[in-house]
């Protein structure tokens, strides 16, 4: 295998670093696959670039071409680091696989950067992975007791290790019998030298769409603007527990876990997926709409203005204000520039906070009574600074209107989150909220109300929909490595240092 190894962006820099923490859950990782193109690297590149919000940390590619793979892999933006011809003819082949990460499971560090490689028995294998498996610890102790040697913390290593050990004879079947030790959330795409597979969760959690270029190459993406920015086509969803491998004769599908009632992550409708993706075939854009539209009718104020937190309200917002008939205006602009910052996060610099990434419109705010709509609220550091700033901008009343459900539990399942103590739904009421940051009232959306949005009649509490235990508490899948033993966690805690 050839590896190419950005070098030069090993180490993020104190000065390309986002000091100002967005107060999001952080995506989890985007991935994209693509077979039978002799464009695949360059399509590649294109459809991560269309998936850089789900992962903003690193990015990488591995290509096959005549025998050989070839690799790619920064840290950075893909933007920043697959922008030149050079690197694209690094990575030549008919079929590509690609990721682009925000780290969970495992930390930082380049030795973690995906898609990962290894040269099986029966020849080279490359994964990538969205989502995180809750029983990784407990697996990989079992592995490296048995003489398995690591080469990341990652916890999507431990399915190539149970590749390399499964007893079947062919890739597919290997593959399967690593998928059943799994436990948690997974959206995979893996390259051999003669096929492409993809595979989802038996609860499809995590997303995974199958789509189609030029009636003759098949593609793979986390969302389906990764198709729409080459030209592809849309064919379907990969179903909740279907392993789907592509090879030169054409696709074979099979599903060899048991049948359960799917639990999609309700979250990409609320925040995770771009606006204009499909998820489950529904648009996203139409449900966030949809969700400021039930926003408004749970809770309705005499106000002036709606106005969106910018990016992530706006729908929502634009929902609400329809429902509601209250004018909606853009009394906050974003700064689409400060991704990075530009200067050292001095505490100067920090004091500006959130006014370096968005500014109060005063001219739209000044005397009027607001309704502010943000997506959610995970620790409120942010919320506190965007009310301060309207109120500031001379708003007579500000109130916080939030198109999801108090976020009151970590995920396990893929997505950066704070630890239960650290989420201030978890810890206060909505007044108590309200009080803390500032907002004359406080509201949320409900959990039955969110349901409705996505097409629900409502919640059903007996087998619940979607994935909610960010709002609910209640984990779909076990969560073997939260009940590790000290031993383990030590274990744990001396692999992760190694990142």
């Known amino acids: 295998m050839t590896d190419h190894i950005n070098s030069s962006n090993s180490t993020p820099s104190p000065l390309t670093t986002n000091p100002f923490d967005d107060d999001k859950f952080h995506d989890e990782c985007g991935v994209f696959g693509v077979f039978n193109t002799p464009e695949a690297s360059t399509h590649s590149v294109l459809g991560l670039h269309s998936l850089q919000h789900r992962g903003q940390e690193a990015a990488g590619i591995v290509s096959f071409d005549k025998g050989q793979f070839f690799s790619y892999k920064s840290l950075g933006h893909v933007a920043d680091n697959f922008n030149t011809q050079p690197v694209i003819e690094s990575l030549p082949g008919n079929s590509a696989?690609?990721?682009?990460?925000?780290?969970?499971?495992?930390?930082?560090?380049?030795?973690?950067?995906?898609?990962?490689f290894a040269d099986l028995a029966s020849g080279g294998f490359a994964v990538a992975h969205n989502g995180n498996l809750t029983n990784a610890l407990t697996l990989r102790r079992q592995l490296v007791d048995k003489g398995a040697i690591f080469q990341s913390t990652s916890d999507s290593e431990v399915v190539i290790h149970l590749i390399a050990t499964s007893t079947y004879l062919n890739l597919q079947d290997k593959f399967i019998d690593a998928m059943r030790r799994i436990e948690g959330a997974f959206a995979f795409v893996a390259l051999s030298e003669d096929c492409l597979i993809g595979a989802r969760d038996p609860l499809g959690v995590r997303p995974l769409v199958l789509g189609l270029l030029n009636d003759e190459s098949y593609i793979f993406a986390s969302e389906t603007c990764a198709l729409d920015i080459i030209g592809a086509e849309y064919v379907r969803d990969v179903e909740p527990g279907e392993v789907v491998t592509i090879t030169k004769k054409g696709l074979n599908s099979v599903k060899p876990f048991p049948e359960q009632s799917a639990r999609?992550?309700?979250?990409?409708?609320?925040?995770?997926?771009?606006?204009?993706?499909?998820?489950?075939?529904?648009?996203?854009?139409?449900?966030?709409?949809?969700?400021?539209?039930?926003?408004?009718?749970?809770?309705?104020?005499?106000?002036?203005?709606?106005?969106?937190?910018?990016?992530?309200?706006v729908p929502a917002a634009i929902g609400y204000a329809q429902e509601a008939g209250i004018p909606f205006e853009l009394g906050i602009i974003r700064n689409h520039y400060v991704g990075r910052t530009f200067?050292?996060?001095?505490?100067?610099?920090?004091?500006?906070?959130?006014?370096?990434?968005?500014?109060?419109?005063?001219?739209?705010?000044?005397?009027?009574?607001?309704?502010?709509?943000d997506d959610s609220i995970v620790r409120g550091t942010t919320s506190v600074k965007i009310v301060d700033m309207v109120r500031q901008a001379g708003a007579k009343e500000v109130h916080m209107y939030i198109a999801s459900p108090p976020t009151t539990d970590p995920c396990y399942y893929g997505v950066d989150t704070p630890d239960k103590d650290k989420l201030l739904a978890s810890n206060m009421t909505i007044d108590e909220m309200a009080t803390h940051i500032g907002a004359d009232s406080l509201k949320f959306i409900s959990i039955d109300g969110l349901y409705r949005?996505?097409?629900?009649?409502?919640?059903?509490?007996?087998?619940p929909q979607y994935c909610d235990a960010c709002f609910s508490g209640e984990y779909p899948t076990p969560l073997t490595d939260n009940n590790a033993s000290d031993d383990d966690k030590q274990f744990s805690l001396l692999t992760d240092s190694r990142a």
């Not at 690609?98 to 495992?106: D, E, P």
């Not at 204009?276 to 449900?287: A, M």
């Not at 039930?294 to 104020?301: I, M, P, Q, S, T």
């Open 97 to 116: 696989i690609g990721h682009v990460r925000y780290s969970t499971s495992g930390g930082a560090g380049l030795r973690n950067v995906q898609p990962l």
């Open 264 to 313: 999609p992550c309700i979250f990409e409708h609320v925040y995770f997926s771009r606006p204009d993706s499909l998820t489950g075939g529904t648009s996203v854009y139409k449900v966030r709409k949809n969700i400021g539209r039930e926003l408004a009718k749970e809770c309705k104020l005499n106000a002036d203005l709606v106005v969106p937190v910018p990016d992530s309200g």
């Open 343 to 373: 200067i050292e996060p001095s505490d100067t610099i920090r004091h500006l906070g959130v006014k370096l990434k968005h500014n109060a419109n005063r001219g739209e705010l000044d005397g009027k009574i607001v309704v502010l709509v």
């Open 453 to 463: 949005a996505v097409g629900e009649k409502g919640r059903d509490k007996a087998c």
